[in-house]
């Protein structure tokens, strides 16, 4: 008797899948391995054992499947000693092999890049350079750039070269740089994509490399000082520190590089324009995938609110908010940190300073100012935070102090001349500028402009724009100086004028869209972005770019999520969340 049912024709169904199959089977795999069952070959290193499938390993990895379906002797084995590879690495990768899972740390990442790279997990090897990629640090990047090196991970070599030139003015500080080889100097310091506000820097990395080991160095500072652009510093520097550098003074192949450069002082324009050597060129850095933070402001009360914009995909989105409310504040970023320096928290002007680590998107806090400032100026220049003028509650400030970070405290400074709160500060030519702002003793918004020297610790009057700016935008592009908008009284600018420092003068270029004071302004890509402000009756979430080779203005296309004001705008290096 058929006791089969009867099927009907037409009425297929789409073949049955169990979508957990193979992490079941993997799991169980994975157990059999632990008891021992069913393995036919066992590796060792050093005094570790660890047995284990050949089709498994196979299906997982071409080194195995190379050694265990060819000619290799090993194919007969049952046991296998691997040579140069670290046991616990390997007994991590066998783990990745049956369970997909392994958890990189600062601790193995070291041994678990080689291993993976010798048994071809290739997704294990991207994995620790992801990692290595995400700890990159000043102190770190040139290790870590030789270890892909080493390792031909040439991707993040790459990456980490690309870190190490844009990070330049910090790398010098910490002990890898110090240890470089003359060869590996001399191929840093020539490369065009050097992050540098001035040529000074490159100078003082070279001369801190060689004073780290005198006797054995000296005579290498003539092939080193091949690769630094005298001709691009200021004739002031030339004269004061490099004309004095007592081994420049007893070398006559540096004798001749500074006479080049002041040669060089000496042409016209126009004639400098065909007098050309290597190192009459301007670097030209390329840098990491950026990304725009905005941080604080006042909208319309103070917020603790940072939004981040990224160029790449031109969208807006939320970081984690500052422990405090602050707007007025001055931002800088330094060694990859990035510092919110006073400020007002809506009832206080502050003296704190809270730092923000873009990898871990995690605020903490540093030492205070020994002044309150709020609408106050900030800038970084040989590694020090610099917080000029500002308002601390009840008047106007001249004074100025600035953050030893090595050292980890504040110290003050020579006076401004007059009094600046809702000043503009900017780095030209290793030079501190502090551009107009608002005199309480006055009453009066402020054209004048002055200039100070970190080697004399003195404030020098410069030509004044060509009218009245408190709480304008200040940026730098190529080494132009911008004043951007600000107020005069109740009239909102929209104007924009550049200072030239060689020539020390003003001029106009074009204008804005709109109005703008007490915006944020910071450079990138050769632009200049203008963010947020306000137009004298409410705040803005649009940003202005400013294009110096076609002189024009664009809005971005997309506008910030709150609009603000007084808010602290920074670039950095896009961060791995």
Known sequence: MDVRPKILSGRDRPAFKLPQHTQKAFECLNQMRKDHLLCDVVLVADNIEIPAHKAILSACSQYFYAMFTGEMTESKMDRITLQEIDPKALSLLIDFVYTSEIHVTEDNVQTLLPAANILQLTEVRDACCEFLQAQLHPSNSLGIQDFADIHACTELMHYAQMYTEQHFTETVHYDEYLSLSETQVAKLISSDRLTVTSEEQVFEAVMSWVQHNLMSRQDLIETLMEHVRL?????????????????????????????????????????????????????????LPKVLLVIGGQAPKAIRSVECYDFQ?????????????????????????????????????????????????????????????????????????????????????????????????????????????????????????????????????????????????????????????????????????????????????????????????????????????????????????????????????????????????????????????????????????
Not at 240 to 255: D, G, H, I, Y
Not at 263 to 273: D, N, P, R, T, V
Not at 325 to 354: D, I, K, M, P, Q
Not at 489 to 513: F, I
């Open 231 to 287: 001709p691009l510093m200021s004739q002031e520097y030339l004269v004061q520190r490099v004309e004095e550098e007592p081994l420049f003074k007893t070398n006559s192949r540096c004798k001749d590089f500074l006479i080049e450069a002041m040669k060089y002082h000496l042409l016209k324009h126009e004639q400098k324009i065909t007098f050309k050597t290597p190192r009459t060129q301007p670097r030209n850095p390329i840098g």
């Open 313 to 577: 995909e031109e969208r807006w989105f939320q970081l984690a908010e500052m422990p405090t409310r602050r707007c007025r504040c001055g931002v800088a970023v330094h060694s990859s940190l990035v510092y919110a320096v006073g400020g007002f928290n809506g009832s206080l002007r502050v003296r704190t300073v809270e730092v923000y680590d873009p990898q871990k998107d995690a605020w903490t806090t540093c030492p205070s100012m020994e002044a309150r400032r709020s609408t106050l100026g900030v800038a970084v220049l040989n590694g020090c935070i610099y917080a000029v003028g500002g308002f601390d509650g009840s008047t106007g400030l001249d004074s100025a102090e600035y953050f030893d970070i090595r050292m980890g405290e504040w110290r003050m400074m020579s006076p401004m001349s007059t009094r600046r709160s809702s000043v503009g500060v900017g780095i030209v030519g290793g030079y501190l500028f502090a551009v107009g702002g608002y005199d309480g003793a006055s009453r009066q918004c402020l054209s004048s402009v002055e200039c100070y020297n970190t080697l004399r610790d003195m404030w020098t009057p410069v030509a004044d724009m060509s009218c009245r700016r408190s709480g304008a935008g200040v940026g730098v592009v190529d080494d132009m100086l911008y004043a951007v908008g600000g107020h005069d009284g109740p009239l909102v600018r929209k104007s924009v004028e550049v200072y030239h420092a060689e020539m020390n003068t003003w001029r106009q270029v074009a204008e804005m869209h709109l109005c703008r004071r007490n915006a944020g302004i910071v450079s990138h890509g050769g632009k200049l972005y203008v963010v947020g402000g306000d137009d004298g009756s409410s705040n803005l979430g649009s940003v202005e770019v400013y294009d110096p080779k076609t002189n024009t203005w664009t809005l971005l296309s997309s506008s910030m999520m709150t609009g603000r004001s007084y808010a602290g705008v920074a670039v950095i290096d896009k961060p791995i969340l």
